[in-house]
Nanobody
């Protein structure tokens, strides 16, 4: 059974950090591009970051550049999103997603298109508040 499970969300203070994990089961992450998305109440789901299976080059949304870092550990079949210097506007449900298609890249228009990804996790809540 193909499954993605996010964890690591919670409550953080502004300026704080959280590290999200995305554990895959039923398939090997090394063959997939991985994306992180988030959705705040009343807003559309937006792309946060992605990492290519081929080059492992990361791509980031403008709102998180310099603060978030994506990584993958194929041996653990897990992807991560390190979030530093968190802001209240980072509050959202965070989702990881995967696709076998090469969608992730700084010049790839599909990097943060939700329809480009095949499998999704259930999401983990991140709340940034003092």
């Amino acid at each position: 059974q193909v499954q993605l499970v996010e964890s690591g969300g919670g409550l953080a203070q502004p300026g704080g950090s959280l590290r999200l994990s995305c554990k895959a089961s039923g398939f090997s992450l090394e063959h997939y591009d991985i994306g992180w998305f988030r959705q705040a109440p009343g807003k559309e789901r937006e792309g946060v970051s992605c990492i290519s299976k081929r080059t492992e080059d990361p791509n980031y949304g403008d709102s998180v550049k310099g603060r978030f870092a994506i990584s993958r550990d194929n041996a653990k079949n897990t992807a991560y999103l390190q979030m530093d210097n968190l802001k209240p506007e980072d509050t959202a449900v965070y989702y990881c997603a995967t696709t076998t298609n090469p969608v992730c890249g700084t010049s790839n228009h599909y990097s943060f298109k939700t329809f480009a990804y095949d499998h999704w996790g259930q999401g983990t809540q991140v709340t940034v508040s003092s």
